[in-house]
Structure formats: structure tokens, C-alpha cells
């Protein structure tokens, strides 16, 4: 089943990005070399860039469409995103965090989700704290909490593994694997490293200088990262 | 404290009095000036900044003359007020605050605006995708990471309130218990004979007033950094 169709154009200064694929469920991979507008992409299906042509639908629902002039707004989209640097907000506690998508929608208070997700990313000991206090993994593990929080319809990572040292990726794949195996949320997964996406993925869409190369299973990731391919 | 006369308290009591509404009524114009200078561009945008810093240079004399012919019985905005809404500005104590309130006004502007453009515009998106629409998003992102800037603002509004002299006597002239500030009430005990002693005692008022402004605006501004920090 599809549950993400994407077919966008944009002119991003000398760039010109043109992205078509699809996307069933499971773990999507964005692949591509630093460049290939991967990031891009993934804000576009945010809502946070506007393509100059072309449709984004989800769910059989259009969020975007330039012909009928449709655009849904980032905050009525309900796509949960994980930024490269967290960008949690400094001001709020880590439970304020995690509790901002919730207070927004207005729905009351569910202990038994909120428990769960801080269980699954191993959080509950930090909710008291800010973020500035909490390591790069931590960090990136509330924005992971935040983003379910607020029961997305699909999840978008944008190298959430990128800011991090070796052993922080090490600590914190495991848990994109336990989203993967029991959030049952569709996830866009962004990377340019082949290793990572192995471990994750479930499809593959290949980009490179704007444009979807390929699109498939984990065949693939060739055995060297993107950047090496060029 | 202050061995002051009841005459003296007045002053005092009015000067704390338009300068807090002058501060309050200009905090709302202040934030939005300060965002649309932030955050926006128009045509006249150029126009607009020199307008909101043209009491900051004018003299104020001239700034007071501009009040009376606008705001004033006759002027047309007061006659306009004063028809419909009942609100009178000329030779009261609401004028001083309106007087004060635009004297201040730059000064409250440029920190607010300041702390605005620092705000990483990115957390705002990641708020965005969290479902908050802009109105929330400012309110529940910018204006609290705004807030150092705001309260920097507010004060140094307040204290160029409470000091504010030329643009006031100009607009609601000098009158004990309605118009006479601090400063007005100085400059007149310093034309009578053998005041000396009780301008004294307003300009120690003054000067304590006024440090203890600074101090406040600097603990505000250091508890809403701490927030960032982490207890």
C-alpha cells in the first residue's frame, strides 16, 4: 500500500531539484550524497518548503498540490520530524518537550503513552532536565519521544545519527530498530551512510543531484557510502 | 526613608504611576513594532524604524509640540478621542503617560527587536511540525526566548519614563497633583527660593528609583537566561 506519494520540482538557486517516488510503509531510506537535496525533500514533505510544481499526498490525503493550488500547512500536516540537531526548544523542560505536540493538538494527557515512549527511548530519567544538559544521543532521543508524542501519521529523519560520535550511533540505532518493529509509524529516513540505512531500512530511493536514481530494496546501499560514489 | 513632604510623596507616587502605564500600554506596540522590524519586510519599512527613533533625536520639546497639536483638545486624534471614547490627554496625568510612553517607546524597541532577530528560526519550524500554528508558535517559542529582550525593553522604558521632562511640560504643562512628575517638580522647587533642600530630596528619589530599575531589569533578564541553562 502506498502511503506516500511525493512528485516535486523546485529551483533552489543553480539547483534544480526533481524528486518522484513513493513510499508503502515500514522504513523508507532517502540515500544520496551530501547535495543530492535529500534535506530538501524532506522539508518540502514537511511543509516547511514550498515546491514550485508537483503534488504531496499522504494517506490519500493532498497535502500539497500545485495545479490545485493546495497547501496544507506544516502545523496542520501531522508529520512528526527529527531534525539533524534536535532542536529542542532550550526554554522547556525534556517533559515540556515532550508534551509540546500534545498541549498544541489540545488532547488531554495520556500517562500510559507518554510512559511507553519514554520507555521505549529510555528518556524517563531525564524529563526534569533541559536540554542543554543532556548528551548529543540524549538529545536526539527526546526529539525522537517528542516527535511520536504527537501521534504522527509519518516520521521523518532528517541524519538523525549525523551530529553524533561513533559511540553515541552505536547507543542510539537500536532504538530507531525498536521504533521501526513497534511504533508501526511510517518513517522517511534520511542518510548518506549505507551502513546505518542497512540496519533500518526497508526500501530504498536513491537520489543524486536532485534527481530519484533508483528506487527498491536494500540492494541498494552499495557496501561504500554515497559520498565515496559521488 | 525619605523625609518627604506630602507634596513631595505626590510627585513621587504620580512619576511611579505614568510610568508604569506608559510602560504597559507601550509593551503590546513595542513587541509588534519590534517583530515587523524583525521579521518582516514592506514598503516604508525604512520609514517606519526612523519614525519609531525619531523621539530618541528629536528634541524634546519638539516631540512634546507634536503631541499637543495631534493629541491635544483641538488635535485631531484627541478631539477624535475625547468625541467617541471619552479619553482626554491635555493637561492630564493619562498625557504625562502618553508623553512618557513615546519617549520610551525607541528605547523599548531596539532590545525587543535585537532579541528577536537572535531567535534561531529553525526551533520555530520544529514547532511547526509539532502541530502549533503561527499565533502559538509565537507565543509559546518566540516570546519566551524573546523574554530577556522584552523585559530589557520594559525597563529601559519605565526608567526613560520616570525621568521624562521636555516632551511632558511641553504637552500637559506642570500641574502639582495631575502633570507634576519628579522631574517637573524639581525644575520647580529649584525656581523658588530656599527649595534647594526638597529638590535634593527628589533627585536622591530619583536616582534611587532609578538604580533600582537597573537592578530589577538585570535579575529579570539573568533568571530568564538561567532557563536556558538548566537549574
Redesign the interface.
Known sequence: MIVLAVDVEKQLGAFKLAARFEAAGGVTALFGPSGAGKTSVVNMI???LTPDRGSIALDDKVLFDAAAGIKV?????????V?Q?G?L???LSVRQNLD??RR??GRPRDPDEFERIAALLDIGQLLD?????LSGGERQRVAVG??LL?RPRLLLLDEPLASLDAGHKREILPYFVRLRDDAGVPMVYVSHMAGELRRIATNVVRLDAGRVVAAGGLELLDETDADALG | MFDLSPDEWTAVLLSLRVATVATAFALPFGIAIGWLLARTNFWGKTLLDGLVYLPLVLPPVVTGYLLLISFGRKGPIGAFLDQNFGIVFSFRWTGAALSCGVMGFPLMVRPIRLALEAIDRRIEDAAATLGAGRFLVFLTITLPLALPGVIAGAVMCFARALGEFGATITFVSNIPGETQTISAAIYTLMQIPGGDAAAGRLVLVAIVLALAALIASEWFARRAGMRFQGE
Open positions: 514537511a511543509g516547511l500547512p506544516p502545523h496542520r500536516r501531522r508529520i512528526g520530524y531534525f540537531d532542536r526548544f532550550p526554554h509540546y505536540g498544541m493538538s532536565r533541559r536540554p542543554r544538559l517528542r516527535a504527537m
